[in-house]
């Protein structure tokens, strides 16, 4: 069963949880949620018969197997189920719609129990903990969610005005370093998981990933990646004190939005400094200086001789890769070539030459997780490999020339001769991350 059938399911229960706060259950709208949600359910399930959904760790899990899409999706969901001290939900075979119904209405606050005999069960489960798919990858999977939700909590909190509590975002790092460390090739392409909602965040753990690459590769060691990770992972934290408006804003930004986004570094860094903790300092450096271009421009103003702190410089490098390859409400993205030759231009200007330099040989021609349209018509997917120039890549065929979305992709190495084109992934019609499992 793929997992595209449960995030089916989970956005249709996401459907019937919204729907059941704003109406009562005969209104219609509850009614064609149900239905759907039943539908749902049911192609879900399929002949497997009964199911158990397990929340664990800020992760989501499909029996033993984790659901890596599914648990960065329903984060949300996945709160609110947790505050009900929901652990696990057995969904017995056929599910009847009444017991969707109050399943929902439970999550959603509304109701204070669910029945004991109904087909929906709670913290049910007849396996532990240790029987958890605890594979590299999934550690992986579980390191990427747990860094989008310490961003999340740390600006959640900076917003409401208090400072944030640095050690969950120091023990998040050290576990991304960690499983970063053990499937480098994995983490680069997990680095292509976007979020258009949460932007800030993913992007945010995105470029923590590529700068702790970027730094094993240029020889630091455990004591320098962590405030690398820190401060790639918070780079961002001071857009808290920027106004929504100017941060969406689609074209040229007047001198007052401008003079009001220039301040995110400064704010950002006086936070971190706030917040104290392990490599508070050089991780509140490299917030200040994200902006601050090789050649002494940029902002805030530093003085020209001095440039830029070197992990300020590799994290500028990474900052911009990732922002340049994901798409925003005022622009689209770009191929992973177009954001390599961004930061060739810049070289010796906004970017230090040697980090670029090194960030391009790491990243390759086409970096892991690129999709390639060659020759034939056919769709490939740049599988984790060395870095540098090659022949032929390692890949996978996802789309084939007929343009069928393959579900399990086919091992197939990619000849560079018969490249036609990079494809971004709104247009190839599937996420390159999505496949980490078999690609890696
Ligand atoms: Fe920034």
Request: hydrophobic share 40%; aromatic share 6%; with cysteine.
């Amino acid at each position: 069963m793929s997992e595209l059938k449960v995030r089916t399911f989970l956005k249709s229960l996401r459907r019937v949880i919204r729907q059941a706060t704003l109406y009562p259950v005969g209104h219609p709208a509850v009614q064609e949620a149900l239905h759907t949600a039943e539908f749902d359910l049911e192609d879900m399930v399929g002949d497997i018969g009964d199911m158990t959904l397990i929340i664990h760790d800020s992760a989501l899990y499909r029996d033993r197997g984790l659901l890596p899409h599914a648990s960065l999706e329903f984060e949300g969901m996945m709160r609110e189920m947790e505050k009900r001290a929901i652990e696990s939900v057995t969904l017995l075979s056929p599910t009847s719609r009444d017991d969707i119904y109050d399943f929902g209405a439970f999550i959603a606050g509304i109701s204070d129990d669910l029945p004991a005999d109904g087909t929906v069960r709670l913290n049910e489960r007849t396996f532990s903990d240790m029987e958890l798919d605890n594979s590299p990858l999934a550690n992986l999977r579980r390191s990427y969610a747990s860094s989008v939700d310490a961003v999340r909590t740390a600006t959640r909190s900076l917003a409401r005005g208090e400072g944030f509590e640095i050690n969950t975002v120091v023990r998040a790092v050290e576990s991304l370093t960690d499983s970063a460390m053990a499937s480098p090739g994995a983490a680069l392409l997990l680095s292509t998981v976007k979020s258009h909602d949460e932007y800030t965040y993913f992007h945010s753990v995105n470029t923590s990933i590529l700068a702790l690459a970027l730094g094993r590769i240029v020889g630091l060691d455990k004591n320098d990646l962590l405030p690398i990770g820190m401060g790639s992972l918070l780079h961002d934290i001071g857009k808290v004190a920027v106004p929504p408006e100017t941060l969406q804003h689609p074209g040229r930004l007047d001198d007052e939005q401008w003079r009001e986004i220039q301040l995110h570094p400064q704010e950002g860094a006086q936070a971190i400094m706030a917040a104290q903790g392990p490599g508070h300092e050089l991780a509140a450096t490299i917030a200040f200086e994200h902006h601050a271009r090789f050649d002494g421009k940029g902002y805030p103003a530093v003085s020209r001789e001095r440039q830029p702190h070197v992990f300020s410089r590799l994290v500028a490098v990474c900052d911009t890769y990732d922002a340049i390859t994901t798409r925003r409400s005022y622009r689209r993205a770009e191929t992973p070539n177009r954001a390599l030759r961004v930061l060739l231009t810049g070289m010796g200007g906004h970017y230090d030459p040697d980090l670029v330099r090194v960030f391009i040989k790491m990243m390759g021609v086409y970096p892991t997780g690129s999709i390639l349209r060659n020759t034939s018509g056919e769709m490939l997917m740049v599988a984790p490999h060395e870095g540098g120039q090659a022949d032929e890549l390692p890949g996978f065929l996802v789309r084939t020339s007929g343009g069928e979305l393959l579900e399990v992709p086919e091992p197939k190495p990619i000849v560079m001769d018969g490249v036609v084109e990079q494809v971004l992934p709104a247009d190839a019609g599937f996420d390159p991350a999505a496949y980490l499992e078999y690609a890696a």
